[in-house]
């Protein structure tokens, strides 16, 4: 009898560890959540900047590319800063550290209690690419972006990415 007794705490312990490693993945799973999704937003805005540059008229088609290819668009990895004075973030002229600001326990945003988020964790990098067609042509009218944005998880030393990739036209 005390055998059974002794094989049935060692299961039970057993279940507990396993249980409460499960418990603690998914917490940690839970507090980088939030690091997720702001990522998806800031790749977005992103992406929602490039197809504004080549939406308005002050921008040539030739202007949504890379710096390094003659573009406004920052080459690699920028920290994530507000918009400079035209608008569209990811650009050279961008500056200033942002910031995000949350609901503080009121669960209301715009009252003192908000909760200011820095954005010093996350780098977004813009690559923009030509397109070739089958035979080795290069499509002028069609432009390959990627976009990638770049954070350290909280109480660790791994890098996490969030990539968003899209195609884009010359033709509105």
């Not at 080795?136 to 954070?151: E, F, K």
Request: glycine share 8%; aromatic share 6%; no cysteine.
């Amino acid at each position: 009898m005390l055998v059974e007794v002794m094989v049935a705490m060692v299961v039970l312990t057993v279940g507990l560890v396993t249980l409460l490693g499960v418990f603690s993945l998914a917490l940690a799973t839970t507090q980088t959540a939030q690091q997720d999704m702001i990522a998806k937003q800031l790749a977005s805005e992103a992406m929602e900047s490039i197809v504004t540059a080549r939406q308005t008229t002050q921008l040539s088609w030739s202007s949504v590319d890379n710096v390094s290819l003659g573009g406004i668009f920052a080459d690699g990895y920028k920290s994530i800063q507000n918009a400079g004075a035209d608008g569209i973030v990811g650009t050279t002229d961008d500056s200033g550290a942002r910031t995000l600001t949350l609901p503080g326990p009121d669960g209301i945003v715009g009252t003192a209690d908000d909760i200011s988020l820095p954005l010093t964790n996350y780098q977004r990098q813009i690559a923009i690419t030509s397109v070739t067609d089958s035979s080795g042509t290069v499509l002028s009218d069609l432009r390959y972006v990627t976009i990638t944005v770049q954070y350290n998880i909280p109480r660790t030393s791994l890098k996490k990415s969030y990539v968003l990739t899209s195609y884009i036209s010359q033709y509105r």
